[in-house]
């Protein structure tokens, strides 16, 4: 049993989505962790901050290090964060004196901030691609169904008549725009150290995180520890997504509702009356709407953080986000489902 619907035994059926559960999973986030220590790691060698041969042993540790789960999860409850055990662990694995080089100049949020971004920018072309896919199958339902006639409504109202391409244009084009957006977004390193100075680093500060954000195949930008905008504006940018499919679902459902301008094909069983075909795609693209402007306001409140570093702040991203993507992701695929779920749209026009 499971407290999130996300991942939910049976739940996860409506509303999960494993390809991007996978980004958020124990084994995704610390695969990127060590992706972070074995850049860091070869950067610092190559620029003589370490002995080049202890960089070589980190990563090659790193290559197959496998952390003790339970020990992370004794350590977290304790320490807040996962990183201080997971350096000690690998330090261990390291040994000799290459051991005392692990993490050299940088504090656990940048392990952790930057994990998130590796993974947040697979996330993105993932989204991109379901974006492009739910657009495409817009406009070939437009190419189907466009010159037929819908009635137009305003405030819940009939008004005049429209044709479905009138309809089908103001579902695609802001999700066209999205993609737009999530292909031109910006994922950076985060990296500050202890409080956001890179103290240990010296004057080759600025150069060890060009290079570290390049080996790592992110943007490189002064540390953000404490500035969450970033994160607010893509969990906006999520929160849109859903917004608009949001829009669609609500549309189809009181299409369906009239019954004469659109015909379903399938659609949910109801176990008091058989002869029911719920819009269960159109309702859950509502719910995830619903959801993700709630958890929205959550992350705008995580956006205070005192001085250096919030622990608190930090932490209410840490509940939020994972949530957001996964609605996000599975409205996109809920979206495309019910899409093609549309044997008939509008009324033919004499």
């Known amino acids: 049993m499971s407290a999130s619907p996300f991942d939910h035994p049976f739940l996860s059926g409506l509303l999960g989505d494993e390809e991007i559960a996978d ?22 060698g190559r ?20 952390p003790d789960l339970e020990s992370l999860k004794t350590a977290t409850a304790s320490d807040g964060v996962v990183v201080p055990d997971l350096v000690r662990q690998l330090r261990k694995a390291v040994g000799g004196d290459a051991s005392g080089h692990v993490h ?33 199958a817009l406009s070939k339902l437009e190419e189907r169904f466009g010159s037929n006639r819908l009635m137009g409504r305003t405030r819940m109202q009939a008004a005049i008549p429209i044709t479905v391409s009138d309809r089908l244009l103001a579902w695609r084009h802001p999700l066209d725009q999205y993609r737009d957006r999530l292909t031109q977004e910006r994922f950076p390193l985060q990296f500050g150290g202890a409080a956001g100075t890179l103290e240990k680093l010296g004057p080759q500060a600025a150069a060890i995180r060009g290079l570290l954000a390049q080996a790592l195949g992110l943007a490189d930008e002064p540390q953000w520890q404490s500035q969450r905008a970033r ?23 009181l299409l369906a509702q009239a019954g004469d301008e659109i015909e379903l094909a399938g659609g949910g069983g109801s176990s008091a009356m058989p002869h029911k075909q719920n819009p269960v795609a159109a309702e859950v693209l509502v719910t995830f709407a619903r959801f993700n402007a709630v958890q929205l306001s959550g992350i705008h409140q995580s956006l205070v953080h005192e001085q250096e570093r919030s622990g608190a702040a930090w932490t209410l991203e840490w509940l939020l986000l994972p949530p957001m993507v996964a609605a996000t992701a599975a409205a996109l695929r809920q979206a495309l489902q019910l899409i093609g779920m549309i044997k008939r749209l509008g009324t033919i026009t004499e």
């Open 23 to 44: 980004y958020f999973s124990a084994r995704a986030d610390i695969r990127s962790m060590l992706a972070f220590e074995v850049a860091l790691a070869e950067v610092e």
């Open 47 to 66: 620029q003589g901050l370490i002995p080049p041969a202890a960089a070589e042993r980190i990563a090659e540790v790193c290559k197959s290090f496998e």
């Open 104 to 136: 050299f100049g940088a504090t656990s949020q940048d392990v952790i901030d930057t994990s998130l971004m590796l993974r947040l920018k697979a996330v993105a072309f993932v989204l991109s691609g379901r974006l492009f896919a739910v657009s495409s």
């Open 231 to 253: 994160m607010a504006e893509l969990a906006g940018l999520l929160s849109m997504i859903s917004g608009s499919l949001g829009k669609i679902g609500q549309d189809v459902a």
